[in-house]
């Protein structure tokens, strides 16, 4: 019998660095889809939603793939 193959965890740290930043930009995607008034597949959802669609977008993009990489960095 053999055992299972060990997991690298920094694959799954790429991948998951990756899903943060596509939910990021998908997030920000419907923002402008919504204060461009291009979605009829929502409810009329106000102005105001769609910019804070976009600032949590840009910062799930930006901000957080950097946030998480430090805190999963390993110590020399």
Known sequence: MSAAP??????????????VRLSGAL?????????????SWLPKLPEAAGYVLIAAGLIDFYALPPLLARRWKSKP
């Open 6 to 19: 060990e997991r690298d965890p920094a694959a799954a740290r790429f991948a998951v660095l990756q899903l």
């Open 27 to 39: 997030l920000a995607l419907v923002g402008v889809l919504i204060v461009a008034g291009k979605v």
